[in-house]
């Protein structure tokens, strides 16, 4: 039978909690990355409280679920749950309370909906709100199989004591990396605004220049040819960067990356109505991408769905995150006209995307088929030991 508990307990063990506080505080002390972060707490928590499986997740202000970090469960076992947690159930309610939650059974809790095919038994609950400026910022959950004992009134101590630590890190790795968003689209205005007012206005100028002496008739056919053709590509040039800039300021939202919803916003900006999209996004793959490759990724994404809609004419659009034995990869695929490599020009955004794709270390591929649609393809060298099995 489920039951929830009133507090946190006192009791002896002073000297224990304080040493592992100094431990989770040495942990988090060394990193700066929301996502390491998170990490580290998840694993900690399995520490702290012996639990099977452990996992945190952020909240933003709205109070909808931006992350969910585990600990405990194997690549195999996150690769069949797909998609990560909605915060909805007694994930969802746990958001909402300032006091922790320790169940024998949470499937007794009025507020559990069900588990997806696949996922592994976790009867024993305990669950930890962290708040941080009089708001839930995340929640840490711990959890044991039935055949596992049920957390006692020392194990909520340890993870309250662990939420309170969380608070701190996680709401200052919050504020920095909405710091850095910010910088980020004021850079990026900066930038589209510098393109459009010294670079376009200087091909323009130069264009017409161009223009003017490909009509003179006192030069001699071929050089007026060539001129004739410098300055179509200049508008070509003139074009790519308009794209460029428009691509900037289609900015994604302040707050922390996260591909589940961002990838969805640029989808919404991009991509008709007409043309049919399918996302899937696995679990796994998400649990393991750093701030900066969820940056990279999304811009990758972008450059890839506008090439696709502006150029390929498909009627259907396939964006897949998943996880395989060695790489994070993203694929984009779509049905349209394709082109042929060898007589299509590299434009600006295909050359920022291997940028990007050689600043993580990544592989990107560009299969395009002439006729039947291209594929982009960024596969990331997985970069975390595999500590998750079971």
């Known amino acids: 039978m489920g039951t929830a508990a009133e507090g946190p307990a006192t009791g002896p063990g002073s000297f224990e909690r304080l040493s592992e506080m100094a431990v989770t505080s040495e942990l988090l002390a060394s990193s700066e990355d929301l996502s390491e972060i998170l990490h580290r707490l998840a694993d900690r928590a399995r520490e702290v409280t012996g639990a099977e499986y452990a996992a945190i997740s952020t909240f933003d202000e709205e109070g909808v679920l931006t992350r969910f970090i585990y600990s405990g469960i194997s690549d195999e076992q996150a690769r069949r749950l797909g998609d990560p947690p909605r915060g909805r159930g007694l994930l969802g309610h746990l958001a909402t309370c300032d006091r922790p939650i320790r169940l024998d059974d949470l499937r007794a809790s009025p507020h559990f909906t069900g588990w997806p095919p696949g996922h592994p038994d976790m009867t024993r609950f305990l669950g930890v709100p962290i708040r941080a400026g009089g708001r839930a910022i995340g929640s840490l959950y711990m959890a044991r199989g039935a055949d596992r004992p049920p957390f006692t009134a020392e194990d ?163 964006v897949d995150l998943r996880q395989t034995d060695d790489a994070t990869v993203l694929t984009i695929q779509d049905n349209g006209v394709g082109f042929d490599e060898a007589t299509t020009r590299k434009g600006l955004g295909t050359v920022t995307m291997r940028t990007r794709a050689e600043r993580l270390g990544a592989e990107l591929t560009i299969i395009p088929i002439p006729g039947m649609g291209t594929t982009v393809r960024v596969a990331i060298p997985r970069h975390r030991d595999d500590e998750e099995d079971v």
């Open 156 to 318: 909520e101590v340890a993870a309250a004591v662990l939420s309170l630590q969380a608070a701190v890190s996680v709401s200052y790795a919050l504020a920095r990396e909405r710091r850095g968003r910010i910088f980020l689209l004021e850079e990026r205005e900066r930038i589209a605004h510098d393109l459009h007012d010294g670079t376009i206005q200087a091909l323009y100028a130069l264009g017409l220049e161009c223009d003017a002496m490909a009509n003179r008739e006192d030069y001699p056919p071929e050089a007026r040819e060539a001129l004739a053709n410098a300055v179509s590509r200049i508008n070509e040039i003139i074009a790519d960067i308009r794209s460029y800039i428009t691509m900037l300021e289609a900015a994604t939202p302040v707050e922390q990356p996260e591909l589940t919803r961002d990838l969805g916003f640029v989808i919404r900006q991009l991509v008709p109505g007409s043309i049919a999209t399918v996302v899937n996004i696995s679990a796994a793959a998400l649990q393991e991408l750093t701030t900066r490759e969820s940056e990279d990724l999304l811009y990758i994404a972008r450059e890839a769905l506008s090439n696709a809609v502006r150029h390929g004419a498909p009627t259907k659009i396939a």
